[in-house]
T-cell receptor
Framework: DTGVSQNPRHKITKRGQNVTFRCDPI?????LYWYRQTLGQGPEFLTY????????KSRLLSDRFSAERPKGSFSTLEIQRTEQGDSAMYLC????????????????FGPGTRLTVL | GNSVTQMEGPVTLSEEAFLTINCTYT??????LFWYVQYPGEGLQLLLK?????DKGSNKGFEATYRKETTSFHLEKGSVQVSDSAVYFC?????????????FGAGTRLFVKA
């Protein structure tokens, strides 16, 4: 069990560019979450996958954002035409699904990808 | 909708002092409640949780009791250490009324002085 990993750890980009982040969950965890965290705030939910199915998306996830989990293992989060307001820490978490309902699951967080849009 | 409100920080305490960080929630159903901690330079990690009313979660000397009557889940520790300095987040999740999302409070930063 090596924990949740995220790459890159830091990304600096210019406004209007596209960026893609990767999350590798704990192996065999079938539940995967993306969050966004800005300075001084708690994480805000973006989207949830159960295996390869994207079951919920927040209204924060505008049409410039897309997330995939093609084989039910790693996931990618892409932001197109980045804006300065997209600057934040993007967090990925996974959980095993063994606890039953997602509400009771323990989520394990990765270290995050810090995005800076200039 | 569901929401979480926690006390603003920073909270500054001397070592061995008693800690309380208040957390109240609004929910239409029966959520699970969590405290997460973020130590400097590290990722978020679960500190404790409670999944039904009157449950007490505990870990590393920290405790929190799920109080449905007051919609609260206050975090307490009897004697804090310098190593407890971190940001603490209260959170809730309720699939039946709130979907798959976990809702976090804004976080409370704790500084413990030696």
């Amino acid at each position: 069990d090596t924990g949740v990993s995220q790459n890159p750890r830091h990304k600096i980009t210019k406004r209007g560019q596209n960026v893609t982040f990767r999350c590798d969950p704990i192996s065999e965890h079938n539940r995967l979450y993306w969050y966004r965290q800005t300075l001084g705030q708690g994480p805000e939910f973006l989207t949830y996958f159960q295996n390869e199915a994207q079951l919920e998306k927040s209204r924060l996830l505008s049409d410039r954002f897309s997330a995939e989990r093609p084989k039910g293992s790693f996931s990618t989060l892409e932001i197109q035409r980045t804006e300065q307001g997209d600057s934040a820490m993007y967090l990925c978490a996974s959980s095993s699904g063994l606890a039953g309902e997602p509400s009771t699951d323990t989520q394990y967080f990765g270290p995050g990808t810090r995005l800076t849009v200039l | 909708g569901n929401s979480v409100t926690q006390m603003e920080g920073p909270v500054t305490l001397s070592e061995e002092a008693f800690l309380t960080i208040n957390c109240t929630y609004t929910a239409t159903g029966y959520p699970s409640l969590f405290w997460y901690v973020q130590y400097p330079g590290e990722g978020l990690q679960l500190l404790l949780k409670a999944t039904k009313a009157d449950d007490k979660g505990s870990n590393k000397g920290f405790e929190a009791t799920y109080r449905k009557e007051t919609t609260s889940f206050h975090l307490e520790k009897g004697s804090v250490q310098v190593s407890d300095s971190a940001v603490y987040f209260c959170a809730l999740s309720d699939q039946r009324t709130g979907g798959f999302k976990t809702i976090f409070g804004a976080g409370t930063r704790l500084f413990v002085k030696a």
